[in-house]
């Protein structure tokens, strides 16, 4: 069965480094999503990408965040500079229908 | 705007007992329900959805849920739990743009 899947699975950066977190989502889905679960909050959606623009974003994606689909498989999320309060679990999406379906997560540790 | 509310941090059942996570929603529209579970250091997976017709959704792993327009609610439910189904239950709502509960942790108990 076709997954989510993400890289690296855990990410440690210092504060004020630029990190790059990897997804390739499943090959025919045209909707694809950035979210976030600070540890101990709920998920909280980031971004999302349609006809490699973004199609609607939250106010955490500020400045700093970016998308970028750079092929036609891998979907990628900059932070251009990390802060402490970036750390969390970032999960990619991708959305068939009304369904979404999560990567694993890549757990980002900024200190 | 929309939320999804789930009342309850955590719900404790024995092994063989009814298991039910309870979600309330608020939406504009037509509500597009989701319930999601994570094991730990896991993605979020896909249980079961609520898109239109019949009220009571049936999804994987045995569970099920009930939409009930006028209490605004979509409980998960299952009629007999395992100790295999202790993990992190989300409740989201929305297709485009999922907004989750905070989610409720299930402990079943051998």
């Known amino acids: 069965e076709p997954e989510v899947t993400q890289t690296p699975s855990h990410q440690v950066t210092q504060m004020g480094q630029e990190v790059i977190l990897r997804c390739v989502p499943i090959?025919?889905?045209?909707?694809f999503y950035w979210y976030r679960q600070i540890l101990g909050q709920k998920v909280e959606f980031l971004v999302s990408?349609?006809?490699?623009?973004?199609?609607?974003k939250s106010e955490i994606f500020d400045d700093q965040f970016s998308v970028e689909r750079p092929d036609g498989s891998n979907f990628t999320l900059k932070i251009r500079s990390t802060k402490l309060e970036d750390s969390a679990m970032y999960f990619c999406?991708?959305?068939?229908?009304?369904?979404?379906?999560f990567g694993p997560g890549t757990r980002l540790t900024v200190t | 705007a929309q939320s999804v509310a789930q009342p309850e941090d955590q719900v404790n059942v024995a092994e063989g007992n009814p298991l039910t996570v309870k979600c309330t929603y608020s939406?504009?529209?037509?509500?597009?329900l989701f319930w999601y579970v994570q094991y730990p250091n896991r993605g979020l997976q896909f249980l079961l959805k609520?898109?239109?017709?019949?009220?009571l959704v049936k999804g994987s792993y045995g569970f099920e849920a009930e939409f009930n327009k006028s209490q605004t609610s979509f409980h998960l439910k299952k009629p007999s739990a395992l100790v295999s189904d202790s993990a992190l239950y989300f409740c989201?709502?929305?297709?485009?743009?999922?907004?989750f509960g905070a989610g409720t942790t299930v402990t079943v108990r051998a």
């Open positions: 999406a991708s959305r068939w229908g009304h369904e979404q379906y």
């Open positions: 090959s025919n889905h045209l909707y």
């Open positions: 990408f349609y006809n490699n623009e973004i199609s609607e």
């Open positions: 939406v504009s529209g037509n509500p597009y």
């Open positions: 609520y898109i239109t017709g019949d009220n």
């Open positions: 989201a709502a929305n297709d485009y743009k999922l907004s």
